[in-house]
């Protein structure tokens, strides 16, 4: 399969954004997905994820409450909504996918990776 991530941009403190991540390639449905991030300097980090029916997700303790994960298998599309950025939300963002039942958390155990797409809140 492959990733296609966009919807990152420049944003104030406290508004929102939208990344989408679309997908290519047959099955998407039995894929879990995920987003990660990171920053400069610092290691990619788990933000969020969601099983393959949607009907499990897992957030890091940094996005709960104000980063929703979904997906719109019909159109083979994963979405992060993020709500009261922060300038430490500052990153590349990456979609993952992994052809599993499990919710995926660890970055080591996604087999696909995006691109990524830039996430950039001033304070």
């Known amino acids: 399969v492959q990733l296609q991530a966009c919807g990152g941009g420049l944003v104030q403190a406290g508004g929102s954004l939208r990344l989408s991540c679309a997908a290519s390639?047959?099955?998407?449905?039995?894929?879990?997905m995920g987003w990660f991030r990171q920053a400069p300097g610092k290691e990619r980090e788990f933000v969020a994820a969601i099983s393959w029916s949607g009907d499990r997700t897992g957030y890091a303790g940094s996005a709960k409450g104000r980063f929703t994960i979904s997906r719109d298998n019909a159109k083979n599309t994963v979405y992060l909504q993020m709500n009261s950025l922060k300038p430490e939300d500052t990153a590349i963002y990456y979609c993952?996918?992994?052809?599993?039942?499990?919710?995926?958390?660890?970055?080591?155990?996604?087999?696909?990776w995006g691109q990524g797409t830039l996430v950039t809140v001033s304070s």
């Open positions: 390639g047959r099955a998407f449905s039995s894929y879990a």
């Open positions: 993952a996918a992994d052809q599993t039942l499990a919710l995926v958390t660890s970055l080591r155990d996604y087999r696909y």
